[in-house]
């Protein structure tokens, strides 16, 4: 049978709003984060590994004997990347950069925006600091982004 | 001890922009040929497996539901599996499971996506991110694509060049491909100068979206043997899975696929393969950006950690080549329906039985390994088919 150009199609959408829950670790990250511009991690009592983003158990121990830990709001650049296409697809004349950091004093890290330097400028293994959004309300976002720290 | 598997038929089609049929159409048209290539009817087949990554692609929720008449699953056990991409692959190992446990004789597996149904793919794509602190970033394929491939360039110090190879092999590989939905004649020049979406990886780096379907049937030793003289076994099968927290793997790199090496490793033990760069005589590799089939060449040992530049920049991963890899196109030749990659399964068994037609290649082939990604770099799924 060969493919041709139908005639017709049957045109509809699926509009679904969600609340998610944040869970009980996020949410105690996303108020710390909010109320302190703390980044928080859970660090595992037995094998002493500290989660970020936090999590009520750790997958290696298979055990929820965890403590809430304080880590640095720096780190250094695993890995990055440049995109050319808006969220919604579109074309963009300036790339926009996200970044993963593992961050210091912690065996988890965090992606995010990259600022204040453009992708050349940029290097796998660099220390980066985190930069806080001055109102914050509870979300990831209270994150503006990662730049390098100064020399 | 698990029974033996043999595949004893594929169903194909090719892949595109199916806009006339449904996913029943699209689902019954390999499921009539898989019976066709296997000389079997409908009242054969015990049990249905299905495999289909992402519902939203086409817009109906557990879409296999709408399958199960076109796939002769009418009246019997059918059973529904998804692992992201990797579905591709731990589909048909779902269903060997079904065979080797003694429960059915013959199993029917049919792997769909349709992906041209909706306004957007990468819409759907967002869907899939951690909702708390990845989606509202708005991370999207290109850079999640373009964060492993720096990663994994810079750990192995490989090139923009040598994944541009990738492609004009695999492109040009679909030329002889009748299912393909994008075969090119393309130089490395002309993939390195089509646009970034995320550096290192560019348009010609990337496979396309599209939809089909494909099918294989499996069956018992004893069934195998009245169907065939000298059936294909699945001789090993290994799945691997990683944390989708992936800002804070063990291994402090996305660039090496732990997983992946750990389902290759499952799948050799059970064929009993020690080295599989000398003993696989062919492999296709899941290949949705061209990075991808090198970390996989890899993973699957064709190559040394770190070697698969050299193996594309030697020729050895070529049609004519010592291991040749994704002569029928791969991804980035045939199209990319996500679960339907098990396509990379069929065209083992199609160069086993030396029914490749022109993607034939000139080497006997006895021995061949397959595999399949997902996930947030997550899961990898493998298969080693062969002859006795």
Request: hydrophobic fraction near 15%.
């Given at each position: 049978m060969k493919l041709k150009k139908p005639e017709m199609t049957i045109n509809g959408e699926i509009q679904i709003s969600y609340n998610w829950s944040p869970g009980k670790a996020g949410e105690r990250f996303f108020r710390d984060l909010r109320d302190h511009m703390k980044i928080m991690g859970t660090r595992c009592r037995k094998c002493s590994r500290v989660l970020v983003p936090p999590r009520i158990f750790c997958e290696e121990c298979f055990t929820d004997d965890m403590e809430w830990v304080e880590v640095e709001p720096k780190g250094t650049l695993a890995t990055f990347g440049d995109c050319y296409f808006s969220t919604d697809g579109k074309r963009l004349e300036k790339p926009w950069i996200l970044g993963i950091v593992r961050l210091n004093g912690s065996n988890g890290g965090l992606i995010h925006y990259i600022g204040e330097a453009t992708a050349e400028e940029l290097k796998i293994g660099m220390p980066m600091e985190i930069v806080f959004k001055e109102q914050r309300e509870g979300n990831i976002l209270d994150i503006l982004y990662f730049r390098p720290v100064k020399e | 001890m698990a029974r033996r598997v043999a595949l004893v038929g594929v169903g194909m089609q090719k892949f595109d922009f199916?806009?006339?049929?449904?996913v029943e159409e699209m689902v019954f048209d390999v499921a009539r040929n898989a019976l066709e290539d296997a000389h079997?009817?409908?009242?054969?087949?015990?049990s249905v497996v299905f495999g289909s990554a992402v519902d939203a692609f086409c817009g109906i929720n557990n879409s296999d539901k709408t399958a199960i008449d076109a796939s002769t699953g009418l009246w019997k056990p059918t059973m529904r599996n998804s692992t992201s991409g990797s579905t591709a692959v731990s589909t048909p190992i779902l269903g060997y499971n079904h065979v080797a446990c003694g429960l059915h004789d013959l199993v029917m597996v049919i792997c769909f996506e349709k992906m041209s149904e909706n306004a957007s793919a990468q819409a759907v794509f967002s869907t899939v991110y951690d909702e708390a602190f990845v989606r509202p970033i708005g991370l999207n394929v290109p850079i999640q694509c373009g964060l492993e491939a720096r990663a994994y360039l810079h750990r192995y110090g490989l090139t923009e060049r040598q994944m541009a190879k990738v492609s004009v092999k695999n492109r040009g590989n679909a030329l002889s491909n009748p299912y393909a939905q994008l075969p090119m004649k393309l130089t490395v020049d002309k993939v390195l100068e089509s646009p970034y979406l995320s550096w290192p990886v560019k348009l010609l780096d990337t496979s396309p979206v599209t939809d089909g379907a494909r099918a294989v049937i499996l069956a018992s030793e004893h069934v195998a043997r009245e169907l065939t003289d000298n059936p294909v076994w699945i001789r090993g099968v290994g799945r691997g899975a990683d944390s989708v927290w992936f800002m804070g793997r063990k291994n402090n790199d996305l660039g090496r696929l732990d997983y992946a090496y750990l389902a290759a490793k499952q799948a050799y033990d059970m064929a009993g393969i020690k080295n599989p760069a000398a003993e696989i005589d062919y492999a296709e590799v899941y290949d949705p950006f061209t990075y991808k089939e090198m970390q996989h060449c890899e993973a699957l040992g064709l190559c040394p950690e770190g070697g698969a530049g050299k193996m594309i920049d030697d020729g050895i991963s070529l049609k004519e080549g010592t291991l040749p890899v994704n002569a029928s196109g791969g991804l980035q030749g045939e199209g990319n329906p996500i679960g339907a990659g098990m396509s990379r399964l069929c065209w083992c068994y199609l160069q086993i039985k030396g029914q490749a037609g022109d993607c034939q290649v000139p080497k006997d082939v006895n021995t061949a390994v397959c595999n399949a990604w997902g996930g947030m770099y997550q899961y990898n799924a493998v298969m080693v088919v062969g002859r006795d």
């Open positions: - | 199916r806009k006339t049929e449904t079997l009817q409908k009242e054969n087949i015990d």
